[in-house]
């Protein structure tokens, strides 16, 4: 039985394709019936990273599903040599994670040193689509300051890189840089929204780390208005990623 849901929904984190550290896959017929029984409308899907590492032709095969699958937004996984999304493929946005560094847990500051990453940097800002973030506070903050207007999104509002709350005071006053909700707590997302807007806040799954109706359910029960949760559930990805008002065939 569907999920009650009265709003435009778009899930801005979820892995799709084979993972092979974890040994498992995500396969598109899980996802759409997350979405389904939820009411989700469209589906924003990237590779694992131990398999984009591996093998960055995962890729192609996101893009690939993407067409097959309308209710798709393919993100790119950012290769650890630095090359910027190639927007002219149709990608909706990149996803960057503990580049070099250990996946999850340790981030390689030599990084920050590449010589490659001024115009990594430089060639994002033209494509001016979003880039979901995945590193450590201290990192992050480095990473940021030389970004310009680079949009960055954070996920998990910053869990897996340290505190929350630290996040949210290293970047409360940075307009460019956004976060996603997966994993995180109501009350957590409650003081983001609050505290930097619901104009910044996205709603993510992370599939298959969690489920679309449990981290659905904590937006829906945030007490603010409708309006901003039309924004955090589906408004700001939209405007973040250009994709407007298309509209995606139905269930």
Not at 14 to 36: K, Y
Not at 215 to 235: M, R, T, V, W
């Amino acid at each position: 039985m569907g999920m009650e849901n009265n709003f435009e929904v778009i899930d801005s984190h979820t892995h799709w394709g084979n993972s092979l550290t974890m040994e498992m896959t995500v396969p598109t017929e899980e996802i759409l019936r997350q979405a389904e029984e939820c009411g989700i409308q469209r589906i924003v899907i990237f590779p694992f990273p131990s398999t984009a590492i591996e093998d960055e032709s995962i890729n192609e095969s996101v893009l690939e599903e993407c067409r097959k699958e309308q209710r798709f937004i393919p993100y790119y996984y950012i290769p650890e040599d630095l090359r910027a999304i190639p927007s002219e493929k149709g990608f909706k946005g990149g996803k960057w994670h503990w580049t070099r560094g250990v996946q999850d847990a340790k981030s390689n500051y030599r990084v920050l040193q590449d010589p490659g990453l001024d115009r990594f940097i430089r060639e994002s800002e033209a494509v001016d689509l979003p880039i979901v973030f995945e590193e450590e506070l201290e990192f992050t903050v480095s990473f940021a300051a030389r970004a310009g207007s680079l949009k960055l999104i954070i996920p998990h509002l910053g869990l897996l890189g340290g505190n929350p709350k630290d996040f949210l005071k290293a970047f409360k006053d940075r307009r460019n840089i956004y976060f996603d909700t997966a994993l995180a707590s109501s009350n957590t997302i409650l003081e983001f929204v609050k505290e930097i807007g619901a104009d910044r806040v996205l709603f993510g799954s992370d599939i298959p780390f969690s489920t679309m109706r449990s981290e659905l359910g904590k937006i829906f029960d945030l007490p603010i208005p409708d309006e901003e949760k039309a924004l955090i559930l589906s408004g700001n990805l939209k405007r973040l990623t250009g994709i407007g008002n298309e509209k995606s065939s139905e269930f």
